[in-house]
Each structure stands twice: as C-alpha cells, then as structure tokens.
C-alpha cells in the first residue's frame, strides 16, 4: 500500500474524545449496518513539536519502577504515542471497529536514547490488515523522531485484534500452530496488583479506557471485572529487566491472559550474557500463581 501525504494534527488526540467518538461510531455501524470494507486508510497521522511533562515522567517511573533519569522509557514514549495511534483507528474509513479491540502483541525497537527535554515528532500508520482464527487483526505503527531529525529513535508495532469481525475477501488462517503447554517455572517476582492498578496507570498514561478503571465501567462493556493495562504489565517486566539492557534494545511481548485486579502476578526474568560477559538479551514471563494460566511473555535484547 503507498502511503498518501500524512493527515497533520494540530496538537494530540484527547482520548477521552476518541472513546467516546467511538462509542458513537459503534452505535452507527449497529443502526446502518456493519462496514463492508477491507481496504485500510493510507494517510498516516503526524503531530509535531510534542514536550514531555517532567511531573507526568516522573510518576511514570514510580509507578512502573524505572530508575528515576532524563531518558524517556520505552513504555513511556508507547504511552505518550498512543493517542495518536488510536486516533487512526477512529477515523471513519478504518475498517474495524475501535471499541473491543484486544491487544495482542506489541513490538518496540529502541533504537537511541530520547529525554525530556527533546521535542518530539510522531507519527501513525495502520497496516497488514489479515484473518485470525478469531476475527481480524491489524498492526498500528508509531514512530517518534526528535523534533526536525528525519531519523526514527523509537519505533512501535502494536497489533490489535477485532474479535468476531470477519471482513470480505480476508481469509482466516487455514492452521494454528499448538502452542506448548505451560509449566510456570520458579519465579523472580510476585506482584501484588490492587483494584486501583488500572486508575493508576491511566493517570500517568492518559489511558482511561473504562475497562480498566472499576469493577462496574468493566462489566458495563462485558468483563467481569476490570483488568490490568497490558502495556503497563509489560513496562513493569521491561523495568525489572533494568539497566543492563542499555539505551539501544528491541522489546517484544506476546499478551495471552488478562489480569484481573485485584490478582497476584507470578514472574520470571531469565537473563543469558555474550562470551565476554556483557548482557545479551532477557526473556520474561508472567503467570497467575493460582491457576497457573501465563499471562504474557516475551523478550529483551541488545540491539
């Protein structure tokens, strides 16, 4: 797909208004009729000359337990990305409906360092829209440069599944690999995940999607309870890993069980070094410590 001139924003998306947008959005397509179509919008979204708030940063680190610095996390700037990203999702030409959409893995290089004092340049594009045994999936790409720089510093792939949707001419996948069963290792660490995680998150993230805030906004939108941001799980196992993964990795994790809140969340972080003893890359993985079932894991590595 060629890539029209991109859609420039004036400042960032509100996501409170992308929700809510969505949710009439949603109402429409029932009363009209489900969107027909397959072919994903080719304008990217681009905001220029985004500052980062040092307070917001700041709590950003507590709250995950990143080692207080200058440099932006990675979890962070998907954080501060992603109202653009979803603003992309919304727009009325997007095939699949925003509301409902499950994240299914999500893939970051961090390719230099970025601080808070830098302005930043960000961009958003959908793309690779396929079947799933389950729906249809598609990959949301942000990228974030400093501002004036045409060099990507951090790149994101984010993909998204929209379960029960079924668009013409995309086929789902003739077969699915079985995926090995689970024996929950030893672990390194046991979080203790209160009720007010999902609140928590989405005071430093901008994240307020009602599924994660209480027990009532959750089931209003069938969960039956509310669940922990993924994003903020994988962020916390990207901040145990710590500093020996340096200012240039690659972060990937796979999600496959939501987290309930409150719950106990079991971890192991297995870290292999190169011949000369420096660190090469990590592997994390999260399970419930009473069902045994993995949550989500995945890996660090030197970039």
């Known amino acids: 797909m060629t890539l029209a001139q991109p859609v420039i924003l004036a400042e960032m998306p509100s996501l409170s208004k992308l929700y ?7 109402a429409r397509r029932r009363l009209l009729g489900t969107h027909d179509s397959a072919v994903l919008p080719a304008e990217s979204h681009e905001v220029r000359g985004v500052r980062v708030g ?21 979890g962070f700037i998907h954080a501060i990305a992603f109202p653009l990203a ?11 409906p925003l509301l409902g959409m499950i994240h299914l893995r999500n893939s970051v290089q961090q390719r230099s360092p970025l601080v808070f004092t830098d302005v930043l340049d960000m961009t958003a594009r959908v793309e690779n829209l396929r079947g799933h045994r389950s729906g249809t999936q598609v ?6 440069r400093p501002g004036g720089s045409g060099e990507v510093y951090w790149r ?7 379960k029960g949707v079924f ?36 005071a430093v993230s901008g994240d307020f999607n009602p599924i994660h805030l209480s027990v009532l906004s959750a089931k209003a939108l069938g969960m039956r309870r509310s669940i922990a941001h993924g994003m903020y799980l994988a962020s916390r196992a990207l901040a145990d890993v710590g500093p020996a993964r340096g200012d240039s990795f690659t972060w990937d994790v796979e999600f496959e069980a939501p987290v309930f ?26 399970w419930s410590p009473r069902s045994g079932r993995r949550h989500f894991s995945g890996t660090v590595a030197a970039l």
């Open 86 to 96: 979803m603003s992309v999702l919304n727009r009325d030409d997007f095939p699949l």
């Open 261 to 286: 809140l409150p719950s106990r969340v079991a971890l192991e972080i297995a870290t292999e070094h190169s011949g000369s003893g420096s660190w090469k890359h990590s592997r994390f993985v999260a």
């Open 20 to 26: 809510v947008n969505a949710a009439a959005q949603a």
């Open 139 to 144: 990959d949301v790409v942000a990228e974030v």
């Open 156 to 162: 994101g792939v984010s993909t998204y599944l929209s």
């Open 167 to 202: 668009l013409p001419g995309i086929d789902k996948p003739t077969a699915v690999p079985p995926r090995a069963d689970f024996q929950p290792p030893d672990p390194t660490a046991l979080w203790h995940l209160g009720v007010d995680t999902g609140r928590a998150y989405a």
């Open 54 to 74: 040092v307070e917001n940063l700041t709590a950003y680190q507590h709250l995950i337990g990143e080692t207080a610095s200058d440099v932006l996390p990675a």
